[in-house]
Every structure is written in C-alpha cells, then in structure tokens.
C-alpha cells in the first residue's frame, strides 16, 4: 500500500527551534501530502508537494521532496506551543486505482514553552 | 464555506448495538472517506465513496459498511459493535482522484464512539 512512514516518531523541543520530521515511502507518487492533528480532532491539509517539484513553502513550513530516495522532509521553523500536534505525511500514489489516502503513525511534536 | 460536519460528536453503546455516524462534506466535494484511529493501530482507512459509488474499501470485515447519498452527504454503519470499535471515527472529504494525484481532503472533528 502507500503508505509514508514518518521519523521520529516523537520529537520535543523548545519555543523558537526549528522541527524537521521526515517521511519514507515505497512506490511512486503524484504528490506528497503533509497533514497535522491535533489532540482529538480531525487532520488539517498544511501542504502538498507535487513529484516534479523539490521544494514548497508555506509561512514558516518547508517541505523537501527527494523522489530518487522515496523521502520528504517538513521543516517548521521559529516553533511555536501552539504548534504542539501530530505530523502525517500521505503519499498519493500515481494512477485511478487506489482513490484514497493512507497514514502512518505520524511524529507527535511537542513544543515547549 | 463550511467545513465537514460530523455528527454525532460522541457516542456510547453497548456490545451487539449498531451504530450510524453521519458526515456532511464541504459543498461540491463529491469525495467522502471514513477512517478509524485508534491508539494502537493509527488512522486505518476504511472506505472512499464518490458519486454514490464505493471506489475502495479498506481491510475491515462486513460489520463496517456505509453509503453516500446523491447529496455526497455519507453514513457509516457499524453493527454487532464490539468493545475493540471504540476509536475516533474520522470522515474526510475531498475533489476526489484528479490528474495529479489524491486532491487534499479536509477532515470533520470526528465522532467519538465508546462500546462498553
């Protein structure tokens, strides 16, 4: 299945750090999709980065994709508290024959103040 | 433009009930998946409904089952509940499969489901 596997798998670390967490997959993908949660709540979309593209920006988030080594990475910069949730990342994979979007266990980030 | 509505947000039954959770997609989202998250085994997908149709299901038995309306508004339908459904149950909607891949999809707050 394509489903990315997020590393670590936890990371704690003070406001104002940056946060890099990283993603692996297996097969090849139209896009790469980054989500956060938050405690009990649903995903929220934060960025989504095509298989042509290297690099995408977003406010403080940056994402890396590297397609000859099936990994991403999301960068948060200048971390806040309330950046405090979990990370998934959902490769899509190529073709009409999945329709759907699988998650691993994600990188719960803590943001300490 | 609203976001996906859930309903209901918690929820308790007993072993053997069934249950029905209701979603309401983002307007002209003809797209609806559901997934389970538990602590243990993470966010599972269960099934993806487009246009009333079930395009992919997820490896649950036949106790899980859901449709979609000609509104794309879905229902997901447990029945013979047993303690180890309780989880979070998540509906996500989405514009669906495009040229470039899965479109984003936009997850509702969940339902709460606790079986005792």
């Known amino acids: 299945s394509q489903q990315g596997e997020e590393d670590p798998q936890a990371l704690s670390i003070q406001e104002g750090e940056n946060a890099t967490m990283n993603c692996s997959y297996k097969t090849s993908i139209n896009n790469l999709q980054w989500y956060r949660q938050n405690s009990g709540r649903g995903l929220v979309h934060l960025i989504l980065?095509?298989?042509?593209?290297r690099e995408k920006h977003s406010g403080r988030l940056r994402v890396t994709l590297d397609t000859s080594k099936k990994s991403s990475s999301l960068l948060i910069t200048a971390s806040r508290a309330a950046d405090t949730a979990s990370y998934f990342c959902a490769p899509a994979g190529e073709g009409g024959s999945n329709y759907k979007l699988t998650f691993g266990k994600g990188t719960l980030l803590t943001v300490n103040p | 433009k609203a976001g996906v509505t859930q309903t209901p947000r918690y929820l308790i039954k007993t072993r053997g009930q069934q249950v029905t959770l209701s979603c309401s997609p983002i307007?002209?989202?003809?797209?609806v998946s559901w997934y389970q998250q538990t602590p243990g085994q993470g966010l599972q997908f269960l099934f993806e409904y487009f246009s009333e149709t079930q395009r992919n299901k997820g490896n649950f038995p036949g106790r899980f089952s859901g449709r979609q309306f000609s509104n794309s508004r879905s229902e997901m339908n447990v029945s013979t509940l047993e303690l180890g459904d309780s989880a979070l149950y998540l509906c996500a909607s989405s514009l669906g499969q495009g040229a470039l891949g899965f479109s984003p999809l936009h997850f509702g707050n969940g339902t709460r489901l606790t079986v005792t």
């Open positions: 980065i095509r298989s042509n593209e």
């Open positions: 307007s002209g989202h003809r797209s």
